[in-house]
């Protein structure tokens, strides 16, 4: 089972500040299959990232993502108000085919 | 534009079966992964498996025998049924849809629905 790790697992900050989010897997994700998700206290997640580094639609540009093999990074370059949230990885590949990290709340 | 939405019982007996569907609009189901993932209260998240379009399933381990997707397409819905319900199957269950192209990420979800067992 390729185990996801995030860190920290809660991180403050304010408004105008750099967030830097981390996943760690526990083997290689193959062709990068790592995505990002933000979900919001009531809603779903949503997809903000795939393939490690490739935006989703609508995604504002001050997110960006990168990483390969085992170490994938998110950033969010300034936090705007509606930034504030829950983050979470999730790989495809290993077993079971789709595992989520646990998550890291911006606050 | 693909919209999902999860219908089912809000409360389940201990013991019995879980049973939800998820209904899609908007779009085709070819070429898609059409999955199920789950959020205990305060929890992470956990994909409890999917069906391809094609009939192809997997599912998630842990489960064991208890899960099973089924697809019709002529409704345009797939549902879930998880048999021998716990309170741990306590959670706010989300479809949502998965494709190759977006390197199997989950690009729309439903709102989800919960789920209580209790009796």
């Known amino acids: 089972e390729i185990v996801l790790t995030q860190s920290p697992g809660i991180l403050s900050l304010s408004p105008g500040e750099r967030a830097t989010l981390s996943c760690r897997a526990s083997q290689r994700v193959s062709a990068s299959y790592l995505a990002w998700y933000q979900q919001k206290p009531g809603q779903a997640p949503r997809v903000l990232f795939y393939g490690a580094s490739n935006r989703a639609t609508g995604i504002p540009d001050r997110f960006s993502g990168s990483g390969s093999g085992t170490d994938f990074t998110l950033t969010i370059s300034r936090l705007e108000p509606e930034d504030f949230a829950v983050y979470y990885c999730q790989q495809y590949g290993g077993t079971p085919l789709f595992t989520f990290g646990p998550g890291t709340k911006v606050d | 534009q693909v919209q999902l939405q999860e219908s089912g019982p809000g409360l389940v007996r201990p013991s019995g079966t879980l049973s939800l569907t998820c209904t899609v609009s908007g779009g085709s189901f070819s070429s898609f992964y059409w999955c199920w993932i789950r959020q205990p209260p305060g929890g992470g998240l956990e994909w409890l498996g999917y069906i391809h379009n094609t009939g192809s399933t997997n599912y998630n381990p842990s489960l064991k025998s208890r899960v099973s997707i089924s697809l019709d397409t002529s409704k345009n819905q797939f549902s879930l049924k998880l048999t021998s319900a716990i309170a741990a199957d306590t959670a706010i269950y989300y479809c949502?849809?998965?494709?190759?192209?977006?390197?199997?990420?989950?690009?729309?979800w439903g709102q989800g629905t919960t789920v209580t067992v209790s009796s």
């Open positions: 949502a849809r998965a494709s190759r192209n977006h390197y199997y990420s989950l690009d729309v």
